[in-house]
């Protein structure tokens, strides 16, 4: 168990719908990453959040959408739902501490599932 | 840009016999390299990390890997594989920047073990 919380463990919604993917960090971590994992495009970096401020972006769709809350957990917002966004989506935290390396911990997993 | 090249898709090897998977990376500045292990149906979990100093590293469940800079490589290895060794293994290169490392993920090693 790596501290690294996500709900719901599946999600299955219909196209043009909208959902959101919960996160919450390990106690302490401060920073959050969302990845998403597919079969065709693997695990791709969507976006990161450190104390509440976005600190990166990856290849994040506009359609996607997320922010960290004062009690650091994170949420991922995915609207306008198509088949190809059917995927299982990680969170992972790290503490990012200032001039050091950064290990990052991840959760289970939300598996989305469009139809 | 960095990049992950795992060159093995699928591994079969039999139960108590030697395992090594290879990862090579791109990375213009000294990389931060990390192997993690998914179970069907899992998240993401760490087994081991490079960051500096000794080329060699030990991990978990009997896990080690070497960085060899000349050669781009993470390979991980293992003595004596055991049944529940079978997994996906990704090798993964942390971009640092801006406070942000994000993490490159290769596609993945599929690893069958036979009793």
């Known amino acids: 168990d790596s501290g690294v919380t996500q709900t719901p463990k599946h999600l299955i919604t219909a196209t043009g719908q909208r959902v959101t993917l919960r996160c919450s960090p390990r106690?302490?971590?401060?920073?959050v990453y969302w990845y998403q994992q597919s079969l065709d495009q693997g695990l791709q970096f969507l976006i990161q959040y450190y104390n509440g401020e976005e600190r990166a972006k990856g290849n994040i769709l506009e359609r996607f959408s997320a922010q960290q809350f004062p009690d650091l957990h994170s949420e991922l917002n995915l609207s306008s739902l198509e088949l190809g966004d059917s995927a299982l989506y990680f969170c992972?935290?790290?503490?990012?501490?200032?001039?050091?390396?950064?290990?990052?911990?991840f959760g289970p997993g939300t598996r989305l599932t469009v139809l | 840009a960095q990049s992950v090249t795992q060159p093995d898709i699928h591994i079969t090897v039999s139960e108590g016999a030697s395992l090594e998977l290879r990862c090579n990376y791109s990375y213009g500045a000294t990389p931060y390299l990390f192997w993690y292990v998914q179970s069907p149906g899992q998240g993401l979990q760490l087994l081991l990390k490079?960051?500096?100093?000794?080329?060699l590293v030990q991990g978990i469940k009997g896990f080690e890997a070497e960085f060899k800079r000349s050669q781009s490589s993470f390979n991980l290895r293992k003595p004596s594989v055991h049944w529940s060794d079978a997994a996906e293994y990704f090798c993964?290169?942390?971009?640092?920047?801006?406070?942000?490392?994000?993490?490159?993920f290769g596609k993945g090693t599929k690893l069958s073990v036979i009793p």
């Open positions: 490079y960051f500096s100093g000794d080329t």
């Open positions: 993964a290169v942390g971009a640092s920047g801006a406070g942000s490392y994000q993490l490159t």
């Open positions: 992972a935290s790290s503490p990012l501490r200032r001039g050091g390396t950064d290990t990052q911990y």
């Open positions: 106690s302490g971590d401060l920073s």
